[in-house]
């Protein structure tokens, strides 16, 4: 019996040791494991990144120079108007107080309208968007105040 009892103390020691040493460099060796890929993962995503950054600004670098070239082969080739917005139009009689008798092309026209109406002032203070209509607008508009969206409507039905 005494060595029974020899023998379970000495396991039941051993059995309460072994766990403590077990679990305390558990424990020291988890926190370590886990601190040593979070400091590597760091620097793997800087480095990356800063790889990044300079291969997204190169292909800009490289776009930019092929723009410039586009820029100057652009002079080189004249584009051709559509020849819709070029067509000569004779204005009716009230828009021919505004913009002239002589046949003009829609774009034009509109320059002109515009220039007639910054030069009287006729665009409202507050909502830029809107034209106060003076007599000879009215004539065209056929009401007091219209939006620039819808003028060039209203001047085209004057031209033909």
């Known amino acids: 019996m005494a060595t029974a009892k020899k023998a379970a103390a000495k396991k039941a020691p051993a059995k309460k040791a072994a766990p403590a040493k077990k679990a305390a ?35 800009a670098k490289k776009a930019a120079p092929a723009k410039k070239a586009a820029a100057k082969k652009a002079p080189a080739k004249k584009r051709t108007p559509n020849a819709a917005f070029m067509k000569a139009l004779t204005p009716s009689a009230a828009l021919a107080a505004i913009v002239g008798s002589n046949p003009l092309p829609r774009t034009e026209v509109t320059k002109k309208v ?42 085209n039905d004057h031209l033909k």
């Not at 370590?32 to 990044?52: D, I, L, T």
């Open 25 to 59: 460099p558990a424990k020291k060796a988890a926190p370590a494991k886990k601190a040593a890929p979070a400091k590597k993962a760091a620097p793997a995503k800087k480095a990356p990144a800063k790889k990044a950054a300079p291969a997204k600004k190169a292909p």
């Open 114 to 155: 515009w220039d007639y109406i910054k030069k009287n002032k006729l665009q409202d203070s507050v909502n830029k968007r809107m034209i106060n209509a003076d007599a000879k607008l009215k004539e065209i508009f056929k009401k007091a105040q219209a939006s620039m969206f819808e003028m060039t409507k209203l001047v």
